[in-house]
């Protein structure tokens, strides 16, 4: 059964302050791995899809990574408004897209 | 604007009456979906449409139901909603499956 972990469940940072966010995953053939971001009271809104092991997506202070167990969503010098709550969610063969639990993410000023 | 829009965004009912979340999308997407997002849970699927008049169920189909007779249209059907059903509820659409997904703002049922 394809599982999506991630972590930490919860993340606080001062703004300027990088981290990093995890997506481990057991999946039986990958066909893309997609990372969301969530506002309170939105639905997600797509960031990024990654297809295989060693790519690599950037959009402003977020990059996604793959490898092939797990994939990063690393934040550089967060502001207040990257504060929200991150999924990711793989895809494989013709199941359901499978989605984390997701980590929720406050960046202080 | 693209956009994917559901209706109502808040609704509080009581057990047994039939209800339909209505969903909508103006981007010609062929591939819609239905997901519930609980606490501890995550998003899960309901049902899913690959096109027009082709349904097919998700992770979590029991006591719902679906049609797909335009491509614009998925609506979302409870013909005797229970308390276990309670929870906030998301609208997609994509181009096809498996690709990015555009999302409604999500409809929160209350079923006492």
């Known amino acids: 059964e394809d599982q999506v972990t991630q972590s930490p469940e919860a993340l606080r940072l001062q703004e300027g302050e990088s981290s990093s966010l995890n997506c481990s995953y057991t999946?039986?053939?990958?066909?893309?791995l997609f990372w969301y971001r969530q506002d309170p009271g939105k639905g997600p809104e797509f960031l990024f899809t990654?297809?295989?092991a060693g790519e690599e997506k950037e959009k402003e202070r977020l990059k996604a990574t793959l490898t092939k167990k797990e994939s990063f969503l690393h934040i550089t010098a967060p502001k207040p408004e990257d504060s929200a709550t991150y999924l990711c969610?793989?895809?494989?063969?013709?199941?359901?897209?499978?989605f984390g639990k997701g980590t929720r993410l406050s960046v202080i000023a | 604007e693209a956009q994917v829009t559901q209706n109502p965004r808040y609704l509080i009912t009581v057990t047994g009456k039939k209800l339909t979340v209505t969903c909508s999308q103006n981007?010609?997407?062929?591939?819609m979906s239905w997901y519930r997002q609980d606490p501890g849970l995550g998003l899960r699927q309901i049902y899913y449409?690959?096109?027009?008049?082709?349904?097919d169920k998700g992770d979590v189909p029991e006591g719902y139901k679906v049609s797909r007779k335009e491509k614009r249209n998925f609506p979302l059907i409870l013909e005797s909603p229970s308390p276990n059903q309670t929870s906030l509820y998301f609208c997609?659409?994509?181009?096809?499956?498996?690709?990015?997904?555009?999302f409604g703002d999500g409809t929160r049922l209350s079923i006492l």
């Open positions: 997609a659409s994509s181009w096809r499956e498996g690709q990015p997904q555009h």
């Open positions: 999946v039986s053939g990958l066909r893309g």
């Open positions: 990654l297809y295989s």
């Open positions: 969610a793989l895809r494989s063969g013709n199941t359901p897209l499978v």
């Open positions: 981007m010609n997407h062929e591939y």
């Open positions: 449409s690959m096109n027009v008049e082709v349904t």
